[in-house]
């Protein structure tokens, strides 16, 4: 009798049924009791092939937090960190410091600051780090636009199929 054993236990998964864990059995299992409830309940006012685009995108996160990870995290934990990132975290700004007369002039600048600090007046950041940061919050607003547009549209091409079946 021969007995498997994974190299790495950290990997070792223990499957339930049909080689799934709890897990992925439960989030499949929901995944498709959602997906064929959209597609039962928009089926008859908009067609089986729209009702199934109207379903992928509330079945696919259910789905790919039973199965997905990446680097040890789950899809909802990834996701959560993804957002956090895109929304809360700073840009870091890199100054090149390669030859003497940039450290030189790096110098020069952090004494005039510290001349400042200690007058009394408030040290500001130079012109290309603000440009940065307002390039940074344009970015974001732009890119935040852009998803509620992406959205409305979408919203209002599932208004306009299902508009279209009632005629």
Known sequence: MSVEINRD????QESVVLGLT???????????????????????????????????PVVAPIALSGFYSFNGMSFMQMMKKRIHFMFKVKPLIYRSTENVSEL???ALEMEAEK????????????????????SFEKSKKK????LILSTAV?????????GCKFL
């Open 9 to 12: 236990i950290d990997k070792f």
């Open 22 to 56: 709890a897990k992925q059995l439960i989030d499949s299992v929901l995944s498709v009791l959602v997906g064929g409830a959209i597609v039962l309940i928009s089926y008859k006012k908009v067609g089986l092939t729209v009702s199934a685009y109207i379903a992928i």
């Open 143 to 146: 890119m935040i636009k852009v």
């Open 115 to 134: 001349k400042k600090t200690e007058i009394g007046t408030e040290g500001k950041s130079t012109g290309t780090e603000t440009d940065k940061k307002d």
């Open 154 to 162: 979408v919203i209002a091409a599932i208004g306009i199929a299902c």
């Open 104 to 106: 030189k002039d790096v």
